[in-house]
């Protein structure tokens, strides 16, 4: 695909589900959006695809309870999945939550990469670390997001990157910085889906 930024000519929702039986059989690359409840994963994929509503965006964090797979111009699907550290989830449902996770994580061979979202307001804790460490243990390429971008000066969001490069063991350049209002960040993602296709 070589250094041009995907252009976006088709979006649409394909299902959602729980368990590996149900996936879709795409046979195409797959792109999964993964992060706290709150960091804004349904804005970005609607940034990323031009669209205001393909993804719900929840009125309240947590609403997403299932995987939810996209196609994207007919060549690559995204993932989106249940956010984590909603508070509201009872121990059951962070039970099942994890081990849909899980199993989607082992058994999803069509996924390359995973954007791990993070609010750049926030800093990361031993929660990010065991998730990002979790994914790349399964060989799974890791892509650190700070989203929300818009809410933070330039300096704020240069002294959260050399914290979260510190922190998350990863080079400051390689963590992409995004916001869903100020479309900042889209061009880049879209060219590094588009250099692992």
């Known amino acids: 695909m070589g250094d041009a930024v995907i252009r ?7 299902k959602g589900a729980t368990k590996s039986d149900s996936y879709p059989k795409t046979g195409k690359a797959e792109f999964a959006f993964f992060g706290r409840s709150n960091a804004g994963k349904s804005s970005l994929i609607n940034t990323l695809v031009n669209r205001k509503s393909l993804v719900k965006t929840g009125s309240r964090p947590g609403m997403t309870r299932v995987i939810n797979f996209f196609l994207v111009n007919g060549e690559f699907t995204l993932a989106d999945l249940p956010g984590y550290g909603y508070a509201q989830r009872s121990a059951a449902e962070n039970e099942a939550f994890d081990r849909m996770l899980a199993e989607y994580a082992s058994n999803r061979s069509e ?24 994914f790349e243990r399964l060989n799974i390429e890791v892509i650190v997001v700070g989203t929300k971008a818009d809410k933070l000066s330039k300096n704020e969001i240069a002294n959260a990157r050399r914290k979260w490069a510190a922190y998350l063991n990863r080079d400051p350049s390689l963590i992409c910085v995004t916001s869903s209002s100020k479309n900042t960040g889209r061009d880049e993602l879209l060219k590094l889906i588009g250099e692992r296709l």
């Open 8 to 14: 976006i000519v088709s979006s649409e929702f394909i």
């Open 111 to 134: 996924l390359k990469t995973l954007f791990f979202l993070m609010d750049m307001r926030r800093e990361p804790g031993q929660v990010e670390l065991d998730s990002i460490e979790y």
